[in-house]
């Protein structure tokens, strides 16, 4: 048997087919185009190749983005007072902090000043429970871009054993998060797990999201299993490639599956953000003068 392909790429570019018409719709309603701003910590060149990608894809799409590059050295007081102005910002819809910041910031704290209804990469706490509440927010864009895959496959899940390989707070577990959601049985592994091989080998969905080209064989996949790999290392997955596929239901390849999903996703939920934000400053209901 050789797998299916998931062929991100397709599905990516109609899901972003649709954000562009919805982004023509709101650029006639409101008279102005939505706004990603992208924020990026030092020079690693992969990074930028991203936040570049990012860029393309929203100009395409009919948004524009904000680039801001911001040197290595900053504290994070800095950085967490850069990322207030973008939150308070009346013309910013959506802000994408690229992960990982250098090692001296706190990551965490820089997250956390992103306003959840800017909060279009899904990285805020706010973001998080409400994936793990199953209540109404945005996705982590990588593990939306995931499930959103894996649903244009009709691939079941209900009942099913996810084995998710990394546990980041923006890939692996907020993966484990939305698979759990769809009432998948969900058993997350990571650096310290005692035998991944085996608990890989019980798996009915891998998800890898650990960024260690190989680290994922072949012939640990269990005969029939989905193989979703988000690792992107070099431009090469978690999994050994050829080896998985003579045993997977269904394989996405890297390139051409998660990536092109999670940027489609950035860019559905900066369009959402948008239509949010012109709604939130028309409110529908007029306040009541020197009522109190
Ligand atoms: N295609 C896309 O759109 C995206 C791709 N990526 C790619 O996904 C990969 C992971 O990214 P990210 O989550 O940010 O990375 P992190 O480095 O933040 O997390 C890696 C995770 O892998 C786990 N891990 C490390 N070594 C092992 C091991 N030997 N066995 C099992 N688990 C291990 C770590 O465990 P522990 O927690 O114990 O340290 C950690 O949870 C990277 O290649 C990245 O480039 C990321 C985002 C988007
Ligand atoms: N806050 C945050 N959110 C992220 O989503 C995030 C991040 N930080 N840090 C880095 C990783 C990496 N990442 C990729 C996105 C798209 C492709 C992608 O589209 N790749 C193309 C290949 C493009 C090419 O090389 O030509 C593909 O897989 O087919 C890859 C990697 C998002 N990340």
Avoid at 21 to 43: I, K, M, N, Q
Avoid at 116 to 122: F, I, Q
Avoid at 208 to 214: E, F, H, M, T
């Amino acid at each position: 048997m050789t797998a299916q392909v998931l062929d991100g790429r397709a599905v990516a570019a109609a899901l972003l087919d649709r954000v562009g018409r919805e982004v023509s719709e709101f650029v006639a309603d409101h008279g102005r185009v939505p706004v990603l701003a992208t924020v990026l910590v030092g020079d690693d060149p992969a990074s930028h190749t991203y936040v570049r990608m990012k860029a393309n894809r929203c100009l395409k799409a009919g948004m524009h983005s904000h680039r801001l590059t911001l040197a290595s050295s900053i504290s994070t007081e800095t950085l967490v007072h850069q990322l207030r102005e973008l939150s308070d910002d009346p013309a910013v819809d959506g802000i994408l902090l690229q992960h990982p910041v250098p090692a001296h910031l706190d990551e965490r704290a820089a997250f956390e000043a992103i306003d959840p209804a800017k909060d279009v990469d899904g990285v805020t706490r706010t973001s998080f429970a409400a994936m793990a509440f199953g209540e109404d927010g945005f996705h982590s864009a990588t593990p939306g871009g995931i499930m959103a895959l894996l649903d244009a496959y009709d691939i079941p899940l209900a009942g099913r054993h996810a084995v998710v390989v990394g546990r980041s707070a923006i890939l692996g577990k907020p993966a484990g998060m939305l698979l759990l959601a769809r009432d998948a049985t969900v058993t997350y592994c990571h650096s310290r797990t005692a035998d991944l091989a085996a608990r890989v080998a019980e798996a009915d969905i891998v998800v890898a999201a650990v960024g260690r080209p190989g680290l994922i064989r072949g012939a640990w996949i269990k005969p029939g299993a989905v193989v979703v790999d988000a690792g992107y290392a070099d431009n090469t997955g978690d999994v050994e490639h050829a080896a998985a596929a003579e045993r997977a239901s269904y394989l996405t390849p890297v390139p051409g599956g998660v990536g092109p999903m999670t940027i489609a996703t950035l860019l559905a939920q900066t369009i959402r953000a948008a239509r949010q934000h012109e709604a939130a400053r028309q409110p529908s209901v007029q306040p009541v003068r020197g009522a109190i």
